[in-house]
C-alpha cells in the first residue's frame, strides 16, 4: 500500500495556514497538485463562500463543519495520497475525528501549527491579515482555546 499522509492545519484565522497548504499543494508534482486541489483540501471555511464573497453565518457552521469532515472522509476512503483539513482546529476535540478516520484507514497523520496562538503580537498580525474580517477581540478569545497537543 502506498504511503498516505493526513495533514491537519491548526492555527487562528490570518495566521498562514491556508498560505502554507498553497505553498506546500504548489510544490508537489503536477499530478499530485490537481489531484490535492480537486479531491484532497478540505476547510470549512470555503461554504461560506457566495459569489465570491466570504459571507459567515454562525448558525450554519454545525453543518458546515460536518459536511467538511464528510467530504474529508470521502477523501480518504478513496484512498486519496494526501488529504488536508485546513481548519484552525485549536482545540483536541475539533481534530478527534479527522485524526480518527485517517487513523483508521491506517493514513499517517501530521499536525502543522501556524503560528503562535498564545502570543499578543501574533494576535494582532492575525487581527489585521485574516480575510474574514474577525476582530482582535475575537481571535484573542479563540487564542484562550488553543491547546498543546
Not at 478540505?42 to 459571507?55: E, I, V
Request: hydrophobic residues 40%; proline residues 4%.
Amino acid at each position: 500500500m502506498a504511503h498516505h499522509v493526513a495533514i491537519i492545519m491548526r492555527g487562528l484565522p490570518g495566521s498562514g495556514k491556508s498560505h502554507w497548504v498553497n505553498e506546500f499543494i504548489a510544490r508537489q508534482p503536477i499530478h499530485l497538485r490537481a489531484r490535492l486541489l480537486n479531491h484532497g483540501c478540505f476547510s470549512t471555511d470555503t461554504f461560506f463562500y457566495r459569489d465570491g464573497q466570504y459571507q459567515f453565518d454562525p448558525r450554519c457552521l454545525p453543518e458546515y463543519h460536518q459536511r467538511n469532515l464528510t467530504g474529508f472522509i470521502y477523501a480518504i476512503s478513496q484512498g486519496e495520497p494526501i488529504v488536508i483539513c485546513d481548519n484552525t482546529n485549536l482545540a483536541k476535540w475539533e481534530s478527534m475525528a479527522y485524526e480518527a478516520a485517517a487513523k483508521s484507514l491506517n493514513y499517517q497523520v501530521r499536525y502543522v501549527l501556524v503560528g503562535v496562538p498564545n502570543d499578543s503580537h501574533h494576535q494582532a498580525l492575525c487581527a489585521k491579515r485574516n480575510r474574514h474580517g474577525i476582530s482582535l477581540t475575537q481571535i484573542v478569545k479563540m487564542a484562550k482555546q488553543f491547546e498543546e497537543f
